[in-house]
């Protein structure tokens, strides 16, 4: 079964600083997405920047981009130039194909709470 | 990106009472959407994968007959709480996904049960 694991339950960092969160997830699968997500106290889930698992680059959004070593299993998340509106929850998900037919269900890391001080 | 719009973003309701939470798509079809339950300060938990013109895929531990899932449309699927506890106050999530590249989430529905 795919798992994913945060291991920083929290983080906390100056503003302007850069900041790296770290995601693992264990499959057997060849093909699939990753994802980190955004949940500010609104509670509204936002994509913060998705990686396809075929492809070797990594992804970049502006002053995120991530650390996607697909051997290691390892989706890390770099916040640059971190600002005050980046204080949220950041949870690390994997999508699957859920067997049989054509649903796609995500695995969800426990989530990372970053804080960014003035 | 695509919209998917959830009402109400809070309610609260008598013990005993049922209440319907609505997910839309509104500019997508979507033929399969999620359901979550959040506790505070945790994760997602997925309750159940609704599928348009079929019945609902629930997760071991979610019971069916309280937490009713339909997905008449293409773009809408509605949960409804039944009979409610004080224990069913959570932060409910409905998410859909387009051709499985991406999720795309509502805005949470708040119930809390008196």
């Known amino acids: 079964a795919q798992t994913v694991t945060q291991s920083q339950p929290e983080m906390s960092v100056q503003e302007a600083e850069t900041v790296t969160l770290s995601c693992t997830y264990d499959?057997?699968?060849?093909?699939?997405?990753l994802f980190w997500y955004k949940q500010p106290p609104s509670r509204q889930m936002i994509l913060v920047i998705r990686?396809?698992?075929?492809k070797q680059q990594n992804a970049t959004e502006n002053r995120f981009s991530v650390n996607f070593q697909k051997a290691a299993k390892s989706f890390s998340l770099k916040i640059s130039d971190s600002q005050l509106g980046d204080t949220a929850m950041y949870f690390c998900?994997?999508?699957?194909?859920?067997?049989?037919?054509?649903?796609?269900?995500?695995?969800w890391g426990a989530g990372t709470k970053l804080i960014i001080k003035p | 990106g695509a919209v998917v719009s959830q009402h109400p973003s809070w309610v609260i309701c008598k013990s005993g009472t049922s209440v319907k939470i609505e997910c839309r798509s509104l500019?997508?079809?979507?033929?399969?959407m999620f359901w979550y339950r959040q506790f505070p300060k945790q994760s997602l938990m997925l309750m159940a994968t609704?599928?348009?013109?079929?019945?609902?895929?629930?997760e071991q531990g979610v019971e069916k007959d309280k937490f009713l899932i339909n997905h008449a449309s293409l773009t809408l699927s509605t949960l409804t709480v039944t009979s409610a506890h004080p224990e069913d106050s959570s932060f409910y999530i409905c998410?859909?996904?387009?051709?499985?590249?991406?999720?795309?989430f509502g805005q949470g529905t708040r119930l809390t049960v008196v």
């Open positions: 499959t057997s699968e060849n093909n699939y997405y």
């Open positions: 500019d997508f079809q979507a033929t399969t």
């Open positions: 990686q396809e698992a075929y």
């Open positions: 998900a994997f999508m699957k194909r859920s067997r049989g037919d054509s649903n796609y269900q995500l695995i």
């Open positions: 998410s859909a996904s387009i051709h499985g590249t991406e999720a795309f």
């Open positions: 609704s599928n348009e013109g079929s019945k609902a895929t629930y």
